[in-house]
């Protein structure tokens, strides 16, 4: 978390005297008085006075070389190479690095910090009386904060005595004291909370939270949220990170309902590297119920999730072999049916090419082989397993335009359950295709030519078991082509037109084909798409499922401004399922409605049932140096809405050892 201090530290008190051991102090004005009797010099008009990288200009000018005090006067401005200050005058002892300024400005690129009077103390102590900062750049700031005091300590922290928001110099926030980090490092601080209610929650306040930046490498949020009808909850994230090496986060929540429950959630993921090129991964969940995932989180897809997944992986590279083991846990949280892994045992070998030399058609012969140990555990049962595979695997044409893919390998395995069984089953597929193109002869419009790519394709696999019975058979032979329209324009860009893919298998073992899929997609214009997806009985000619997909984007003017707006339409159904119809549209409009207001809106409509089955929509509002943003979701029957308020602009300052360092203390 960067530094969002609120006060930006202006103190250039006349540092050049820092400057001075280092090197020679340059004056110019257009007028110099030098009074011996009472060493005295005094500079008017246009003073300019320059050490190294630092300059400071003024109307006037007062040394006192008796008591190392230097005085400026009127319009005073002090620049060096990342600060600009401007002030009424400055008093400043050379000798004890004393030194006070008044009325002071400070132009940041995030805000203005003004003090009437800043001091400074032998102690490296800075203290800071009637003091404003705003990020607002109109006159009079719409917001500022003040505070009468503030004490700052070197590498510390800065204390503010009190603290006050005002709005139109209207008072919306007290606190008696507030204190700041002024560490250059990432450092703690308070977060803005959200309000707003819901009809399961009420009316609640959320995120109010505090980060601590415990080092360099590590940090901690704690947050409070208090909801109206279920009671108080209470998080802490604790967050790591060691760069290359580990990191990771732990999110602890504890619930205290109003009706008497206690309920509570663990979250922890961790990746670390180990043994050189090891790769360690935890994720963990752990739940006090079923239902608290779904009761006490705010995102949709959270909620729609009825599974909880936890597991430990150990992945290692031995030379070129691969070796993973895995523990895991899978738990259904409307069924409470588990199925466990302790352990799972996998290592595989790189593929090895057998020919690597030989500019034969077999040169890209490759042999491979792995295998896998699983012990795992269901509701219902226990099994063990252990499956080796080993194959071959080529990659060749035939007379030139064919293109094979064959692959030859075997599998045993081994199974033990309520009986034990193994077997060993060989597999042997060829896959076939080719490329035929055509092409048109005359251009037409802006179209140099069209180009049609047919890819045939033809798949079979052959099966042999053994040990439970010595079977062989074919596996269904898989026939596909794919159509590829393009067409290749005057300025030399090519825009695909049309995929139009058909697919379809025949099984020896019942004699019959399966349906024949078809996918088309094409693009109708920029932003525009339309995809078609269908199964086809090949024998009573009549469709067993169907889908279409319009997705669609585009910019239009709304009054002076811009919106875009992008939907998705599809409609689709399996007539082998029940309740398998779906006729839904995706809508999604982001722009700017005004100068001021903003909306981003997305939800989904079922036409069939004819609901909004879920939408959010967000009203964002510049208030010049504030931004409020108005949040509405729903889902099925459950909506939320909740507000947020916030400074577009905080400043990102850093107030460290090198501010002070500019005293020479």
Known sequence: MRSSTLFFLILFIFTFSVYAEEGDIKFSSNSLKFFTDKNIVILDDNVVVSVNKLEIRGDSLIFYSDSNIAKAYENVNIKSKHQNVDCDSVYYNIKSKKGVIFGGISHVPQGLFRGEIVTQ???????????KFT??????????????KIKMYEDNYALVKPLIVYVHDIPVFFAPFWFFPVREERHSGFLVPNIGASPNEGKFVKNISFFWAMNPFMDATFTVNIRELRGIEGIINYEYLLKPIL???????????????TRWKIDMEHTQTLFGNGNLILNGDFYSDNNVVQDYNDTTLVILDKEIYSYLSFTKRLWKINTNFVMENRRNLATNEFNNKFPSVSISFPSYNLF???????????????????????TLSHKVRNNTNVSFSSNFKLLRYVNLNHNLGSNYSYVRDTI???????????????????????????????????????NLSYYNSYINGDTAYLGPVGIGLKNTFEAKLNNGSVVRLLNLNFSSSYSFTNKLFSDINMDAQTNLTKGVSFRVNTKLNPYSMSFSSYSLTLNGEIDFPFFDNSMRVSAIYNIGNSFQTTGAYTNAIDFHVTGKITDGWSIDYSGRVDLNARNVVNQQISLIRDLHCWELSINYQTFATDYRIDANLHIKKLPNVQLGKGLFDIFGL
């Open 247 to 261: 990191k990771g986060n732990v999110n602890f929540s504890y619930i205290n309902e109003f009706s008497g429950n």
């Open 121 to 131: 103390d032998s102690n490296r102590v800075l203290k800071i009386y009637n003091a």
């Open 356 to 378: 690597p030399f030989q500019n034969t058609w077999y040169k890209g012969t490759y042999f491979s082989f792995g295998n896998n140990f699983e012990n795992s555990y269901d």
């Open 135 to 148: 990020t607002c750049d109109r006159v009079p700031p719409h917001y500022y904060f003040y505070s009468s």
């Open 420 to 458: 034990s069984s193994q077997n060993v089953l060989l597999h042997n597929s060829v896959g076939l295709y080719t490329n035929i193109y055509g092409f048109t002869k005359r251009p037409f419009f802006n179209v140099k030519t069209i180009r049609h790519t047919i890819t045939p394709s033809f």
